[in-house]
C-alpha cells in the first residue's frame, strides 16, 4: 500500500501541461463516456496503439518522460483516470471493473481498432491485465511497471502481520481525504488477494518491471528487502504466466520506474513492437507464400487442360511463368516437382518443373538429378543419362557435397544407362 501513497506524492509535484506529453497532438479533449469524461491525448502513429494507465491517483503526466519517444512508432493514447487531473470525478469512486469498464469505453469513444499494447504502472497494472482479460482479442502485449499485486499482503502477513497492519493504518492516516474511497477499494482487492474478473490473461507478449530499491529508514515495512523480494517473486511468478515474457529487475529506480529510469519502460515497449513487427511480417510472408502456390497450382491446372489438347509449348509457358512469379525457392520448386509426379502421377508436367528448376539454378547439381529422375520416369533415358552426369559433374567440384550424395547421382546414371542398354 505504500507504493499508492507514493503515487499520491508523485501526481502533487509532477502535475505539467498535456503539452509535455506530446508536442502536436491529434487529439487533446475530454471525451464523452457513459458516465462522464475523460480527459484523454492521442497522437503518434504506427501499427499498434500503446495505452498508458496511470498508478493510484495519478494523471497522464506521469508518462511524460516515456510517451513522447513512443509516440515516434506507435499511436498513443494517455489519459486520466475519473476524478484525477482534468477528468471530472463521478458522483463516488469508482472500483477496478468500472475504471476497467471507462477505459473500454474510451477507446471505444475514440475508434481506436488497431492492435493494443497497454502500459500500466502500479494500480495501473491492475486496470489493463483486467482490460485484457476481459477484451482479449484487442490486445497484442503488457508491459507491467512495478505492478501492484493483488496477493502482496497475503504473503507479507505470513512474514509479520502485525507490521503490514501498520502499513495499512499508517497509509490511511497520510492518505488525503479526497483518495480515502479509492484508498478503501483498494484496500478491499489487497484484503481478498483477488481481482474481480477471474478470467485468464491472453497469452500475448508481455514485459514486467520491478523495483527492489531499498530506502534506509523507510517506516514502511512494503520497503524493506524481505517485502521487496517477495514483490519480485510475485512479478516472476505473474511472468511465467506468459509463453514470452521479460522480467526486468532494477534497483536504481524507486516505484516510478518510467521517472527514475524510463528508458527502462521505453525499451520494454520498444522489444514488444520489435517482435509484434516481425511476427506480422512473418505472417505477410507465410500467406504470400500461400498465395503464389495457389496461384502456382492454378497455373498447373492450367497448363494440365493444355497438354490434353497437345499444346505443349503452351504449357511450358504456363508453367514458366507461373514459377517465376511465385519467387519460390530451388528446393521448393524442386519439392513441388515431386510431389506433382510422385502424389499426382503427373510426370509429364513434374518434367517441366525440374526443367524450369534447371534453367533458374543451373549451377546445382540437385536440380539437374531430380530433372534426370523426372525424365528416367518418361522413359526418356539418353537425356535423363546426360542430366545425371552434369549432376554428378558438379557434385564433384563442390567440396560441400558428401560422398553419399554422389553415390546416389551416380546410381541414378547407372539405373539410366542400364535402361538404355535394353532398347
Request: overall charge neutral.
Amino acid at each position: 500500500m505504500k507504493n499508492f501513497f507514493n503515487n499520491v506524492v508523485f501526481a502533487i509535484a509532477t502535475l505539467l501541461t498535456i503539452n509535455s506529453i506530446a508536442q502536436a497532438q491529434d487529439k487533446d479533449a475530454l471525451v464523452d463516456i457513459k458516465n462522464g469524461k475523460l480527459h484523454a491525448v492521442v497522437t503518434g502513429d504506427g501499427p499498434y496503439t500503446v495505452v498508458f494507465e496511470a498508478g493510484f491517483i495519478s494523471d497522464l503526466s506521469v508518462w511524460r518522460k516515456v510517451a513522447p519517444t513512443v509516440a515516434k512508432q506507435a499511436q498513443i493514447l494517455v489519459y486520466s483516470r475519473a476524478g484525477v487531473g482534468q477528468s471530472p470525478a463521478r458522483s463516488q469512486a469508482l472500483n477496478l471493473s468500472q475504471h476497467t469498464e471507462e477505459l473500454h469505453q474510451l477507446i471505444t469513444a475514440l475508434d481506436i481498432k488497431k492492435p493494443l499494447i497497454l502500459v500500466g504502472h502500479s494500480y495501473g497494472g491492475w486496470v489493463v491485465r483486467q482490460f485484457a482479460s476481459a477484451f482479449p482479442k484487442q490486445v497484442a502485449g503488457l508491459v507491467l511497471v512495478d505492478p501492484a499485486n493483488e496477493t502482496l499482503e497475503i504473503e507479507l502477513k505470513k512474514i509479520d502481520a502485525a507490521k503490514v497492519a501498520q502499513d495499512q493504518q499508517r497509509l490511511a492516516g497520510m492518505a488525503p481525504p479526497s483518495a480515502k474511497a479509492d484508498l478503501a477499494l483498494v484496500q478491499a482487492i489487497f484484503d481478498q488477494g483477488k481481482l474481480p474478473n477471474p478470467a485468464a490473461l491472453p497469452n500475448v507478449t508481455m514485459a514486467i518491471l520491478s523495483s527492489v530499491q531499498e530506502f534506509k529508514n523507510n517506516p514502511f515495512f512494503q520497503e524493506t528487502a524481505v517485502a521487496l523480494q517477495v514483490k519480485r517473486d510475485l512479478h516472476s511468478k505473474l511472468a511465467q504466466q506468459f509463453s514470452n515474457a521479460t522480467h526486468v529487475v532494477t534497483n536504481r529506480s524507486g516505484h516510478h520506474i518510467q521517472n527514475d529510469e524510463p528508458h527502462l519502460v521505453i525499451n520494454a515497449i520498444e522489444q514488444i513492437i520489435s517482435g509484434l513487427n516481425i511476427e506480422a511480417q512473418k505472417v505477410a510472408r507465410q500467406q504470400a507464400k500461400q498465395q503464389a502456390r495457389q496461384a502456382v497450382m492454378t497455373a498447373l491446372g492450367q497448363a494440365g487442360t493444355e497438354l490434353q489438347n497437345q499444346q505443349s509449348d503452351a504449357a511450358k509457358g504456363t508453367v514458366f511463368a507461373a514459377l517465376k512469379a511465385s519467387q519460390f525457392s530451388e528446393a521448393e520448386i524442386n519439392q513441388l516437382g515431386f510431389d506433382v509426379m510422385t502424389k499426382g502421377k503427373q510426370s509429364v508436367m513434374a518434367e517441366l518443373i525440374f526443367r524450369f528448376n534447371v534453367e533458374q539454378f543451373a549451377q546445382s547439381d540437385n536440380v539437374y538429378d531430380s530433372h534426370g529422375e523426372a525424365l528416367l520416369e518418361l522413359g526418356r533415358f539418353a537425356e535423363a543419362k546426360t542430366q545425371f552426369a552434369k549432376a554428378i559433374m558438379l557434385a564433384q567440384a563442390n567440396p560441400q557435397r558428401s560422398p553419399k550424395t554422389i553415390k546416389g547421382y551416380q546410381d541414378n546414371l547407372a539405373k539410366a544407362e542400364q535402361a538404355l542398354s535394353k532398347k
